[in-house]
């Protein structure tokens, strides 16, 4: 059960686990086996651990003396191929040797052989010694009991939160009140700190990306030390959690981004940008559609007209830099039509479609049949694919752009729902990973279901 988040004297800092970071001590060190003769057409990637064109059973000869010595040789199978030699566990291990600006034999990437063979010695020690502890490490996760909350107020961080949190395992830092949130571990943070009432309960997946992670660093999910030398674990790009990549399989969809990390408006995620400004929705929506709606209705060619690309360049600029504060008052951009160019490239810079991938297929389908009340029918359904966010923003929009066409603006703007549709289809669609082909024969399903959309906006939403 999770923490309650008000009750701070409840909240008691997280144990880490110190077993895996022992073992990490431990791991032999690497010993590197120097070449005593000249080797001709040595790589210049590879120094005096280089011995040439030798055999598995040679160079098993001469490493058998220490526990982590190396050694590189060219394959005599694959001439033009090289092999780590590794001692470990007294016996010789192969691996394929690869290099491509960075030396690498699997996912992880190195600046030099030698924090290769030493990450590769800790990854072997841990995960022969505790390979069951490693097997069981998500079960009763630290997660759960902790709790998982956002960085919302920054005065409650520095009213609730200790100057120093209990972290056994690792050296504590030297007090200093000005950097105090920095140093304090993600998963403390929120777990202290006020969730706000007014957050929209958008379910949303972590964004993890491979970490290196400097110094010793435990994972917020399991508690349990996060091994090697580089890249040991994945580190959320929106909120900052930091687990271990099979932590990261099992971590709940509850990312709580974090304003620290999304650092712009356009090209962010649309859930990952209305959580972390703690709104319903984009504010670029809300924004553009209010000014449109006090000054734009009556001008001809709404949507249809393009604004000049420089301003509305400026738009975005704007929005990424002062976010909600952005000024996009007639005072700084009369023409309309900038406005409109705005909304219209920040759906289409969206990473994810407002209309998603996953989707797509189902409103595609719902556009080609013919009867009316089946089609209908077939687009509600589709509407419950959407995740709620994107749902709520294209509720907010059909509502406008069905008033702008409704209430007594046609005349004067010259924009109908079927107009609608031909702009707001390959803006608010893409198709995913379809052939061009395909992609354009969407384009008239694209229109007919923005204009189902509009024209169906008080039944289907």
Avoid at 40 to 47: A, F, L, V, W
Avoid at 73 to 85: H, M, N, V
Avoid at 313 to 342: C, M, P, Q
């Amino acid at each position: 059960m999770a923490l309650n988040v008000f009750d701070h004297d409840e909240y008691r800092p997280p144990v880490w686990k110190s077993y895996l970071y022992q073992l990490q001590q431990e791991a032999p060190h690497p010993r590197r086996l120097t070449c005593t003769s000249e080797v001709d057409n040595r790589p210049k990637y590879y120094g005096r651990e280089y011995h040439g064109m030798i055999s598995r059973e040679e160079a098993d000869q001469l490493l058998s003396q220490a526990e982590g010595s190396y050694l590189i040789r060219e394959s005599q199978r694959q001439p033009g191929t090289y092999t780590l030699a590794l001692r470990f566990g007294n016996q010789t291990r192969n691996f394929r040797l690869y290099h491509d600006g960075k030396h690498f034999v699997g996912e992880k990437r190195f600046e030099s052989i030698h924090d290769l063979v030493t990450d590769a010695l800790i990854t072997l020690y841990v995960e022969t010694k505790a390979a069951e502890y490693i097997a069981k490490m998500t079960i009763n996760p630290i997660y759960e009991h902790v709790g998982y909350t956002t960085l919302n107020q920054e005065p409650a961080l520095k009213e609730h939160l200790p100057l120093s949190p209990e972290t056994p395992d690792g050296p504590i830092p030297a007090k200093d009140d000005h950097n105090t949130e920095e140093r304090l571990s993600s998963l403390v943070r929120r777990s202290t700190l006020k969730e706000s009432d007014l957050a929209p309960k958008y379910e949303k997946v972590h964004n993890f990306k491979v970490h290196t992670f400097r110094g010793p660093h435990w994972c917020e999910y399991c508690a349990n030390f996060m091994w090697g030398l580089i890249a040991q674990g994945v580190k959320c790009a929106d909120c900052g959690l930091n687990v271990h990549k099979q932590c990261s399989k099992v971590v709940p969809n509850d990312c709580q981004p974090d304003l620290r990390h999304v650092k712009k408006v356009y090209s962010c995620d649309l859930t990952t940008l209305v959580k972390a400004h703690n709104t319903k929705r984009p504010m670029v929506v809300d924004m553009c559609i209010q000014e449109l709606e006090a000054r734009g209705l009556q001008s001809e060619g709404l949507y249809r007209i393009s604004g000049f690309s420089e301003l509305i360049e400026d738009v975005k600029l704007a929005f990424d830099r002062d976010g909600e504060k952005a000024d996009i008052s007639a005072n700084a951009y009369e023409d309309i039509n900038i406005i409109t160019g705005a909304l219209k490239l920040y759906f289409r810079e969206l990473p994810i479609p407002l209309i998603t991938y996953d989707a797509y297929p189902r409103f595609i389908e719902a556009a080609k049949i013919t009867d009316p009340e089946k089609r209908l029918e077939s687009l509600h359904e589709a509407l419950k694919l959407l995740p709620p966010a994107h749902y709520e923003t294209l509720r907010y929009l059909m509502a406008h752009l069905k008033r702008s066409r409704v209430v007594q603006h046609e005349k004067d703007n010259l924009m109908s729902s079927e107009n609608l549709g031909i702009v707001f289809g390959p803006t608010l669609m893409r198709a995913p990973d379809l052939d061009a082909m395909t992609a354009l024969n969407d384009i008239r399903y694209q229109r007919l279901v923005v204009e189902s959309l509009i024209t169906n906006e008080d039944v289907l939403f």
